[in-house]
């Protein structure tokens, strides 16, 4: 087997460990109110150097690079650039019960996945969360493995 074959395998590591790292390299935060609140993934795999998490109620991966040059290469550790962002409308979330949710998801240069973002809005009614999706957007409905909370994406 040769060392690139290596590093495509999955190969699992310590869940604390991966955590911790994604943590420290401003990845995923301690802050509960943050998006990337660490509670809110779990670990998933080791792949080519990247620790992989979900995302408990979304389902949704993202990954971490171990190699500190790769997560030094951005100044200041700013996030990738967005390429493509959708704004996703949920009914009754499981951190928001019997609320209303939009939430703006990015997918990276780099990452292929979406990953939420701090914009989110949480009110009582569809149209309240109705009324901050931005012009121009097309609703794409929903996908079928979404979570139930998940109403609406929008493109």
Same mark, same amino acid.
């Given at each position: 087997?040769?060392?690139?074959?290596?590093?495509?395998?999955?190969?699992?590591?310590?869940?604390?460990?991966?955590?911790?790292?994604?943590?420290?390299?401003?990845?995923?935060?301690?802050?509960?109110?943050?998006?990337?609140?660490?509670?809110?993934?779990?670990?998933?795999?080791?792949?080519?150097?990247?620790?992989?998490?979900?995302?408990?109620?979304?389902?949704?991966?993202?990954?971490?690079?171990?190699?500190?040059?790769?997560?030094?290469?951005?100044? *200041?550790?700013?996030?990738? /650039?967005? @390429? !493509? #962002?959708? &704004?996703?409308?949920?009914?009754?979330?499981?951190?928001?019960?019997?609320?209303?949710?939009?939430?703006?998801?990015?997918?990276?240069?780099?990452?292929?996945?979406?990953?939420?973002?701090?914009?989110?809005?949480?009110?009582?009614?569809?149209?309240?969360?109705?009324?901050?999706?931005?012009?121009?957007?097309?609703?794409?409905?929903? *996908?079928?493995?979404?979570? /139930?909370? @998940? !109403? #609406?994406? &929008?493109?």
């Amino acid at each position: 087997m040769t060392n690139s074959q290596l590093s495509d395998e999955i190969t699992h590591r310590d869940p604390d460990r991966a955590f911790n790292q994604a943590i420290e390299i401003g990845v995923m935060s301690t802050d509960p109110e943050s998006p990337h609140f660490a509670g809110n993934f779990m670990y998933m795999f080791t792949k080519a150097r990247c620790d992989y998490f979900k995302h408990k109620v979304t389902r949704r991966y993202f990954y971490s690079s171990m190699d500190p040059a790769a997560n030094t290469e951005q100044p *200041s550790q700013q996030a990738p /650039a967005t @390429i !493509l #962002e959708n &704004w996703v409308v949920y009914h009754n979330p499981a951190d928001h019960p019997g609320k209303w949710v939009i939430r703006r998801w990015a997918i990276q240069q780099g990452n292929p996945e979406p990953v939420p973002t701090t914009e989110a809005y949480v009110a009582d009614s569809y149209a309240e969360v109705a009324a901050r999706i931005p012009d121009g957007l097309t609703n794409i409905g929903r *996908s079928p493995g979404d979570v /139930a909370a @998940i !109403l #609406e994406v &929008w493109l």
